[in-house]
């Protein structure tokens, strides 16, 4: 799907909004006529998010056909479908999302599993201490120290406030690790990599920490 070319019927129902979206139709309109031809960007569908993509499309990955891998130092490379990672332990929680612009969206409800639980699967290499995350959006990646990837609130999201996860916010699986601005958080992730140290993501090849932690980091870029 080229989403370049879709009309608003189309877009609102990318977002999920259905009838609700009336409300928040003109948001959606100016977003349409402004950005959609260059640009997704920063749009306001509910509750405060925006949608942020680097490129001009939002991923559309079928859950079926969905495969996660994970690899680089560990002993045991695979991929994982969906239904792998849904058989992990299961952990739900409420956490606040704060994007280093600004706003912020409180109570968001997330599930999914714990990275330590993953890791379990394909055994790390005790010289591995930094995980990276890698998007299907071409171009967009990121990565953490293994202890931040361990902190309690951090984890792997198939689902969102009660539903699965929608495509606008990173479906099938995004990263969520709260006590760390939005750019962390990738989206689409199809790939996971255990490395010698942390690499500097897209955001931080543009300005900004590799530590972004809420109300501590630069927060120095363009437009994150
Ligand atoms: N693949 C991908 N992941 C991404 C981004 C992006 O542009 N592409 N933007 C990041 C930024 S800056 C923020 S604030 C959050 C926004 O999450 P949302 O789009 O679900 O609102 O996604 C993060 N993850
Ligand atoms: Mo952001």
Same mark, same amino acid.
């Given at each position: 799907m080229n989403d370049r070319l879709i009309g608003r019927a189309g877009f609102l129902g990318l977002l999920g909004v259905g009838t609700a979206g009336l409300f928040y139709? %003109?948001?959606?309109q100016d977003f349409v006529g402004r950005v959609v031809p260059k640009q997704l960007q920063a749009i306001v569908p509910t509750d405060g998010w925006r949608i942020y993509t680097i490129g001009d499309s939002v991923p559309n990955i079928s859950p079926v056909s969905y495969r996660l891998a994970v690899g680089g130092m560990v002993d045991g490379p695979r991929t994982f479908t969906l239904d792998d990672l849904k058989a992990l332990k299961r952990v739900e929680q409420i956490s606040t999302f704060h994007c280093v612009t600004g706003w912020i969206v409180n109570n968001v409800h997330w599930a999914g599993f714990r990275i330590k639980d993953l890791l379990d699967e394909v055994k790390p290499h005790a010289g591995a201490t930094a995980i990276r995350f890698v998007s299907a959006e071409p171009g967009y990646d990121d990565s953490?120290?293994?202890?931040?990837?361990?902190?309690?609130?951090?984890?792997?999201?198939?689902?969102?406030?009660?539903?699965?996860?929608? %495509?606008?916010?990173?479906?099938?699986? %995004?990263?969520?690790?709260?006590?760390?601005?939005?750019?962390?958080?990738?989206?689409?992730?199809? %790939?996971?990599?255990?490395?010698?140290?942390?690499?500097?993501?897209?955001?931080?090849q543009h300005g900004y920490d590799v530590n972004a932690w809420v109300g501590r980091s630069n927060g120095n870029g363009p437009s994150a």
């Open positions: 139709g %003109r948001n959606v953490l120290t293994l202890d931040q990837a361990m902190l309690g609130d951090v984890l792997l999201a198939y689902e969102m406030d009660g539903g699965p996860l929608p %495509r606008p916010h990173g479906a099938p699986l %995004r990263l969520v690790i709260p006590d760390m601005y939005g750019y962390k958080n990738v989206k689409w992730i199809t %790939r996971i990599e255990l490395l010698p140290k942390p690499t500097a993501g897209y955001w931080e």
